[in-house]
């Protein structure tokens, strides 16, 4: 019996109302898409308050688009042509210096009017059109950057429908889907807002409904109370895995509720499904015990006991677009009605619940009791209800296939899809309910068409961005579907491609906006795109510290101060954004559009002859995994779970470094353990693996916290080390010396997605003219180093002094920099001591000139106590007034690099960032996994390849001044990843170092074929 949660159900949200969105026309339609190609670039929103808005048959739309921070233009559909104009005239004189009109072909249009306009605060380009038909003016203006979204817009205006085309816009791929909705949500007004939410919360677009639910929330006199804003909250950060963050914001939620039924029973509901999110059906089916005020009294709009508050009221008389435009219309939905709903969505629920647990008989009784509930409100035509009966639907139907009805489950899997269909056409809840049909389809016999249908959905998604992370599940059957075509090689390509839609760590984003970056092709072009992506940054962190301000109840006239701060910063970073991105369009390479699926065909070509690439994917508890040559690709279902690799990846880290008693001790490396994990990773393509001169390795899961350099390759060596453990009677065993590890033989690389590894690989190297710059080394603080800390730090999280007392020797540094001195005596330096500060590094305007930097310093990964954000930070020295003697994550973000490696020869730098510690740094996307920490962030800075470490690197044996002493010795041309190999097998081979834990930490993350000397470089002339 089949009784995992399908993926679909995380889809589930709230309520909220209206029928149908119809295609057509747009008139009736609060937004629309502007261009049909790929992505949705830009869109057109509704405009209730404008100053070109008169009378009530005066139309406007605002224009946003991706990576835009604000909206980039108008459409209007007024009366009077003439007056019209004249008005609108007058309103754009105010921003903008024009020229005279002249006349234009717009397609579809013929002659139109066009003014070519310069902002006054700005050197950007604005530009207006105008076309007068039948007493009605239609136009279009904005900045000049976005023309192709303007005469789109326009021309669907016109036709009152939309038109196909190509949006042709800068975009640097630093935004998200969540940022766009951000500004999307600007534009609308409380209620619209509101409704706009909840549609794509129901749509399964968790991230942009979160934005469009704050923008709600942000307005005081809102439709949402602070405890339906805060439960919603939390229903999101659920639906995209952040569970603690969830549980947060549920309690805060409980503790605001005051009593009114209505969000009682949606936070009820909404803790249910946080919890069938985390895979717990009897915790669910608990929450669901729990009593909720009694239901509101239809007739007079109040419960028997709770009295519904002012805001509350509002909502429940705003939530359809009949209620927006008549108030005290008899079609909007009342209290009862409301409340009605959901409970029949608990009851749902629990059917859901009992379906995990195997009660079928119970969970078909409590669907069809839901689904009877639900239709008898306004006869089931409510959006939200068609929705809640799709998912209703999809339950029942697994049951009827789990009980082998399988015309009923048929029937019931396409009556589901249909509804989603019809309500909400082109959303992820969608594509969910259609591939659980497809997989219902391959588990019947029926694969071509089940495969048809999974190719379908599969290539319908050229943005991956905005997927929910269950998303991954409802592939898995296609995957399996495609596997056994055992060596076909458009299966091979296809799984391949399916596999890219499932979510990767937030590195890879950062070095696909560096690789784009890189890719300019001017230095103005180059300028532009970073001054962009910095400005990005910078806005999002004034919004998050101007959410956290304005959060306060009685904030202090200071606090105040700092709220009027923060929005001017947040308005000034958005109008210099807006502004970068328009000036960024006149560079066609800028304005390409890039899918972030590439096909298996285009790895392949960047592959070079003895390379491999090995892509893992876990699905739930199953691990895939694809391996691409030059000349070819295999797939396989690998014979071990995700859970018992999470348990091999840390049971070898226990043997590795681990802390007990707060001192960090390494035992007897597992060797028998290593090879079962490589058995269980690489067996399927161990011819492949042996013929590899380079392996280019993605991980995935656990193995995103373990190099795969230490796995052992043959039985012998486990036999070798069993001998070698007999003879050792009791004592420790240290010499790992023969045994045939992965690393030895062949190099490796680490990337974090296909599309970010080729495309840092076609960039062009660093244009730096400095060969070295070394950092590290920090002074100890004297005597009333206390002072040192700034005194708005919160002292409970500040680290011990004593954390600087200790400082790593400068001597691999200054053995590097011997090396290098030779190729280029002028631009090899070594910063150490006093100099070596945190406030000196971010005031450096020279970084981007250094080739390869390297820190020799103490990292600093975890947090001092539990209320304290965790923040991977470089120990520094301290240097005076701002300084905290750390370089976080966010302060190397803001960094200006230009470099081809950053070594950090430092404590787990291959570690994670905490949520928190990202989105200071202006990141709404990653963190929480390995790899998304100080390696993200050097990226951030301009780093191509990042040399990391996965545990405390060793002091001991002199092992870590070894490892660098020999990567810095190859010859010129020699590969990074090569150099470091060959340094590590001089580890390898000595007793003393021969376990793991000395040559092993280190990983290199990007393009491991980067040279770390050029091959070019000689010996420059004394």
């Known amino acids: 019996m089949r009784t995992k949660l399908i993926a679909a159900l995380a889809a589930l949200t709230s309520i909220g109302a209206g029928g149908a969105a119809p295609a057509a026309p747009l008139s009736v339609l609060d937004s629309f898409r502007i261009g049909n190609s790929g992505t949705v670039y830009c869109s057109a929103q509704n405009l209730s308050v404008d100053k070109a808005l008169i009378g009530m048959f005066d139309t406007g739309y605002s224009i946003t688009c991706r990576d835009a921070a604000l909206p980039v233009g108008k459409i209007y559909k007024l009366r009077g042509g003439s007056d019209a104009a004249a008005r609108l005239e007058t309103i754009r004189t105010a921003t903008a210096d024009c020229t005279a009109p002249r006349q234009a072909d717009v397609p579809n249009l013929g002659q139109v009017t066009v003014v070519d306009c310069k902002l006054k605060d700005a050197d950007v380009g604005y530009r207006a059109y105008h076309l007068a038909r039948a007493g009605q003016l239609y136009a279009a203006e904005g900045l000049a950057g976005y023309d192709s979204a303007l005469q789109l817009g326009l021309r669907s205006v016109v036709g009152d429908a939309p038109v196909k085309g190509e949006v042709s816009i800068a975009t640097t791929g630093a935004g998200d889907p969540a940022a766009f909705a951000r500004v999307q949500a ?153 409340a009605e709903i959901l409970d029949g969505q608990a009851l749902q629920l629990r059917g859901t619940s009992l379906r995990v647990k195997g009660d079928l008989a119970q969970a078909s009784a409590a669907l069809r009791s839901a689904d009877s509930k639900l239709q008898a409100v306004r006869e089931g035509r409510v959006a939200s209800v068609m929705w809640m009966r799709a998912q209703i639907l999809g339950d029942l139907a697994a049951i009827a296939e789990d009980q082998m009805n399988m015309a009923d489950a048929d029937r019931l899997y396409r009556e589901g899809v249909a509804l989603l269909e019809a309500n909400y056409p082109g959303s992820a809840a969608l594509l969910s309910s259609r591939a659980r049909l497809a997989g219902y389809l391959a588990r019947t016999g029926q ?119 923060f929005r001017a910063a947040l308005n000034q970073s958005q109008k210099e954004q807006l502004a970068t991105q328009s000036a960024l369009a006149s560079f066609p390479r800028y304005r ?124 012998a060596s486990v036999d070798l080390n069993q001998r070698r453990i007999d003879a050792s009677g009791d004592k420790a065993l240290i010499d790992f010396r023969g045994i045939a590890w992965l690393g030895r033989d062949r190099d490796i690389s680490t990337a974090v997605s296909p599309r970010s590894f080729a495309q840092l690989r076609k960039a062009p190297p660093s244009a730096g003219s400095k060969e070295y710059l070394g950092l590290g080394q920090n002074s100890v603080p004297l005597g009333g180093a206390a002072a040192l800390v700034p005194a708005a730090a919160d002292r409970d999280c500040t680290l011990s002094i004593g954390t600087w007392e200790n400082p790593i020797s400068a001597k691999e540094l200054q053995v590097a920099s011997t090396i290098l001195q030779p190729y280029d005596p002028s631009g090899v330096q070594v910063v150490t001591g006093d100099e070596f500060t945190d406030t000196a590094l971010e005031n450096r305007s020279d970084l981007d000139q250094y080739r390869i930097i390297h820190f020799a310093t103490h990292g600093v990964v975890t947090s001092r106590a539990a209320k304290c954000p965790a923040q991977p930070a470089l120990l520094t020295s301290f240097g005076g007034s701002g300084s905290d003697g750390l370089l976080t994550f966010k302060e190397v973000f803001d960094l200006r690099l230009d470099a081809d490696v950053i070594i950090l020869s430092a404590c787990d730098t291959a570690s994670q960032a905490s949520a928190a510690a990202t989105q200071q740094a202006g990141l709404a996307t990653g963190g929480d996994v390995a790899l998304d920490g100080l390696v993200r962030a050097f990226v951030g800075a301009g780093g191509r390849l990042v040399i990391a470490s996965h545990w405390p690197i060793p002091d001991n044996y002199d092992a870590t001044q070894r490892l660098m002493t020999g990567l810095f010795s190859a010859p010129p041309g020699t590969p990074t990843v090569t150099a470091l190999r060959m340094s590590q097998r001089q580890l390898m081979d000595d007793v003393n170092t021969s376990h793991p834990f000395y040559w092993s930490a280190f990983a290199a993350v990007g393009d491991g074929e980067i040279p770390l000397i050029r091959k070019n470089q000689q010996i420059a002339a004394k």
Request: net charge negative; aromatic share 6%; hydrophobic share 40%.
């Open 592 to 715: 390409a559009v890039s899918d972030e699926v590439i096909p298996l065909a285009d790895l392949q070509k960047i592959l070079r002859p003895g390379e491999a690439y090995y892509r893992m994917t876990t699905v739930g508890d199953d691990v895939y995994a694809l391996l691409v040559t030059p000349a070819g690709a295999r797939a396989a279902k690998l014979g071990v779970t995700a859970a018992q690799l999470a348990d091999e990846v840390s049971s070898l880290r226990e043997t590795i470094s681990a802390v007990e008693n707060g001192k960090r001790v390494t035992y007897e490396f597992d060797v028998g353990l290593s090879h079962t994990m490589y058995a269980q990773l690489f067996g399927p393509f161990d011819v492949e693996i042996a013929a590899a001169r380079h392996l280019i390795f993605e991980p995935d899961g656990a193995m995103l916290r373990l190099p795969p350099n230490l796995l052992v390759v043959d039985q």
């Open 186 to 338: 600007g534009t609308l007004d409380p209620t619209r807002a509101l409704a706009e939410a909840y549609r794509r919360n129901n749509a399964g677009s968790y991230a942009e409904a979160a934005e469009f639910f704050a923008a709600v929330t942000s307005l005081g006199e809102g439709p949402l109370s602070h405890a339906e804003a805060l439960a919603n909250e939390a229903l999101q950060k659920s639906n995209l895995g952040r569970y603690s963050e969830a549980d947060s914001l549920f309690a805060r939620a409980a503790e605001q509720l005051a009593g009114d039924p209505l969000v009682a029973r949606q936070l009820r509901n909404y803790r249910a499904m946080h919890q069938l999110n985390r895979g717990n059906a009897d915790a669910a089916l608990q929450e669901l015990d729990k009593p909720v005020p009694k239901a509101p009294n239809e007739s007079t709009g109040v419960a028997t006991g709770p009295v519904i508050s002012a805001v509350v009221s509002k909502r429940l008389n705003s939530q359809t677009r009949l209620g927006e435009q008549l108030a005290g219309s008899p079609d909007e939905l009342g209290p009862a009605e409301k």
């Open 447 to 565: 694969s071509a068409t089940a495969e048809a249908m999974f190719r379908e959905i599969v290539h319908s998604q050229p943005d991956t961005s905005n997927l929910p992370p269950s998303f991954t599940n409802v592939l898995r059957p296609y995957v399996d579907l495609l596997l056994a075509k055992t060596g076909d090689p458009a299966a091979t390509a296809e799984i391949f491609a399916a596999t890219q839609l499932m979510v990767r760590p937030g590195l890879a984003q950062t070095q696909a906006v560096l690789a784009r970056e890189l890719s300019g092709g001017t230095d103005e072009a180059s300028r532009l795109f970073r001054q962009s992506v910095t400005l990005t940054r910078q806005a999002e962190r004034a919004r998050i510290e101007l959410a956290r301000v304005s959060e306060i109840a009685d904030p202090t006239p200071e606090q105040q101060a700092r709220a009027r701060m």
